[in-house]
């Protein structure tokens, strides 16, 4: 069932040395799974950049196939084409291109490019097909958008411009993600979306996060893990049950892979992992 669908991790670049030092740990042992690439993020405004560069330049002298995440907020068109041509330098053939959000209390300016959309515009104009674009998809609508059939023709977008395939946004309920592929389908968008899979393994972090984001966490597990308290065990194997039965209800209806958010963990997408005999 799985040998034609795609697995990747996403990490994020770590700001020490010594959190960089746990991060390669972390990648090589997901790497033994021989994932499809690891994706890596990019500050609000660009603000890990640096941290970014150093996570992508070492992930490729390791002869890891990487997805950079590059954003459009807050930087220049002939910024963003030097890190395209840079990133074109070192091999890599597939790109994750957001708007992305200004980092909070800084004056960082809009940039040249105002939507994802202008950005794999700009990417296909200068590029072609060199780089294999990846955008994200929202299955519970993006939480700026004024509704959903606006935020799917935002997406319709972005597929336009010469997107290759997507990946969502973390949900923890299958149907939301199935609807959402079907109204796509019925607006002949066709590309591969790829759900967003994130393990839960600490409660407040995953509310946190989730209402930084949008995503919705289903009152069942929302009070499941309130009872837990801080009996970190339990809501660790409960989080492990509700993820792996979201991820095979993922990959009966048809969803073309899974991208696990690591959050540079390797423990807890592993053990998802091999439940579901990846």
Not at 28 to 48: D, M, V
Not at 180 to 204: A, D, K, L
Not at 230 to 257: H, M, N
């Amino acid at each position: 069932m799985n040998e034609d669908k795609t697995f990747s991790f996403e990490l994020f670049p770590p700001k020490t040395e010594k959190g960089f030092e746990k991060l390669k740990a972390t990648v090589r042992t997901l790497n033994e799974r021989q994932p499809a690439f690891f994706s890596c993020t990019y500050g609000a405004g660009g603000s890990t950049r640096d941290n970014t560069f150093a996570t992508v330049d070492w992930l490729r002298s390791e002869g890891i196939d990487t997805a950079p995440h590059l954003t459009c907020i807050g930087n220049s068109i002939t910024e963003t084409l030097a890190i395209l041509k840079r990133y074109k330098a070192q091999g890599i053939h597939r790109i994750v291109a957001l708007r992305g959000d200004r980092p909070s209390g800084t004056g960082v300016g809009g940039g040249d490019l105002a939507h994802a959309s202008e950005l794999v515009t700009l990417i296909h104009e200068h590029f072609g097909e060199h780089f294999h674009i990846e955008v994200a998809a929202y299955p519970e609508m993006h939480p700026q958008a004024p509704n959903f059939l606006i935020d799917l023709g935002n997406f319709r977008l972005k597929i336009e411009a010469g997107a290759n395939s997507a990946i969502t946004q973390y949900f923890y309920n299958a149907d939301a993600y199935v609807h959402f592929v079907e109204q796509c389908r019925h607006r002949e968008i066709e590309i591969p979306i790829v759900p967003g899979i994130m393990p839960i393994t600490n409660y407040s972090s995953l509310v946190r996060f989730s209402n930084a984001c949008g995503a919705e966490i289903p009152r069942w597990i929302r009070k499941r893990l309130e009872a837990y308290g801080d009996d970190v065990e339990s809501i660790r194997a409960f989080g492990l049950e509700v993820v792996t039965g979201l991820c095979e209800q993922l990959l009966t209806a048809g969803a073309p892979g899974l991208h696990f958010y690591t959050m540079n963990q390797a423990e807890p997408t592993l053990a998802i992992w091999d439940r579901l005999d990846l």
